[in-house]
């Protein structure tokens, strides 16, 4: 099986939404949360994290928005989970994102979107190292 990082965002996590997310990953079958943490995210963490951004219009303004308030970190396990997490949340753009998906049905703002989860298995490896260095 497979493991992934999910970030859940400040939005979310202002919002009161960590419940409504987490339920959504809880409840797919033989999927489990396997560590989970609330902490608030420091530059060179966002640096690591969002390198590959770095240089584009969108990025300084993400990075202050992720670390505007704590986020909920966590590893979920489970078959395909990569894939299916990432289906979970929806497209990066929340209006683009079908109902249903959590990014349609809560989020209007592409800065915003509520959830991060990993887009391939070399991802999920480099960022759980970042975010969860004792776990590999
Ligand atoms: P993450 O899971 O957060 O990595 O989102 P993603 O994989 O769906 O998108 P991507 O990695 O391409 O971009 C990272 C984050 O930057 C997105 O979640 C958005 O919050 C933000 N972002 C990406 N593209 C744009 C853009 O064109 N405009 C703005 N304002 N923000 C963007
Ligand atoms: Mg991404």
Redesign the pocket.
Known sequence: SQRTLV?L?PDAVRRGLIGEIIGRIERKADWSITAMELRELGQDTLEQ??G??RG????E??VA?MASGPVVALVVEGERVIEGV?RL?G???PIAAEPGSI?GDFGT?????L?????SEESAIRELKIFFPGIS
Do not use: G, M, Q, W
């Open positions: 970030l965002k994290h969002y590959e951004h584009k219009p969108f990025y303004p993400l928005f990432r949340a497209p990066t753009d990014r703002i592409v800065r915003e979107n959830i991060h989860a990993s887009d």
